[in-house]
């Protein structure tokens, strides 16, 4: 089945809109609706040319711990010869319009919707969009966790649409999971796969567990559970989860629940204030 990635255009909302919607920002999760990214709260970045972004997380007392992440807008000719000025931080790329020629390690990619793509710090990537539409895509972005011993990762170019999705056992197939990354490669320190479920299906339980969350709804809708809560989201919609935030999700239908995921992994637990 052919994927459908959301991506927000901006705008405004006209004047006799009411007001209510569906965010919330608590201590345990938020939902940041897709009605909430229009153009007032777009932000810039140095560096990027005819580029617009929505920051959809950031590391925040309160709020996400672990990473940032971005929805990046960028023109016909528009993009970066600089994009990273962190040298600690490790990339994710995931395109969900347009096409993107990104280059490192002296090799031209060029990425189209369902494109992914793993940047460990200093890979001294670049990105620019050749074509005629607008280019939309997620960056997340984390302060890679160096382990003695292990090597840092590899660059990996992926696309969703061939990579085989790997089924929650005792689902019948209705609850699958996308990996770009074996999750048995301890040098990495994230992981961002998509979620997959169909009609019908559900998280059968409240998980609770230490790893952070980001999740951006990419296609459908669905009732899910965060914390004490039981919200709606849908294409568009973002939700953060904090460590221990109890989740589960139930997808309705009438078509396919599909998310952007985003958790931190294979690392110990920091016993001290950094200093």
């Known amino acids: 089945m052919s994927a459908s990635y959301y991506a927000p255009k901006g705008g405004h909302p006209g004047q006799d809109q009411l007001l209510t919607d569906r965010a919330v920002f608590t201590d345990a999760y938020a939902v940041i609706p897709k009605g ?27 709020f996400a711990e672990t990473f940032s992440q971005y929805i990046m807008e960028v023109g016909p000719g528009g993009g970066s010869d600089r994009p990273e000025t962190d040298p600690e931080a490790q990339g994710v790329l995931f395109i969900v319009e347009g096409s993107a020629s990104l280059t490192v390690a002296g090799q031209t990619h060029v990425l189209t919707p369902g494109g992914y793509a793993y940047l460990p710090p200093q890979s001294g990537w ?3 969009n050749h074509g005629a539409e607008m280019l939309r895509f997620h960056w997340i972005r984390k302060a890679y966790q160096a382990v003695e011993g292990l090597e840092m990762p590899d660059i990996i170019i992926a696309n969703e649409q061939d990579v085989a999705p790997t089924v929650m056992p005792g689902t019948e197939g209705k609850w699958a999971t996308t990996r770009f990354v074996d999750p048995t490669d301890l040098r990495h320190d994230m992981h961002v796969t998509i979620v997959t479920f169909e009609p019908g299906a559900v998280i059968p339980f409240l998980e609770t567990h230490v790893m952070e969350h980001g999740l951006y709804v990419l296609e459908g809708k669905a009732a899910y559970r965060l914390n004490t809560d039981w919200v709606e989201v849908e294409a568009g919609d973002y939700m953060w989860l904090r460590a221990f935030c109890p989740q589960a999700c139930y997808a309705g239908g009438p078509g396919r629940f599909r998310y952007l995921l985003y958790k931190d992994v294979n690392r110990h637990m920091p016993l001290r204030a950094p200093r």
């Open 126 to 128: 670049t990105l620019r």
């Open 36 to 62: 909430t990214m229009r153009d007032i709260v777009t932000s810039f970045l140095p560096f990027w040319d005819d580029t617009r972004l929505w920051v959809i997380a950031r590391p925040l007392s309160g």
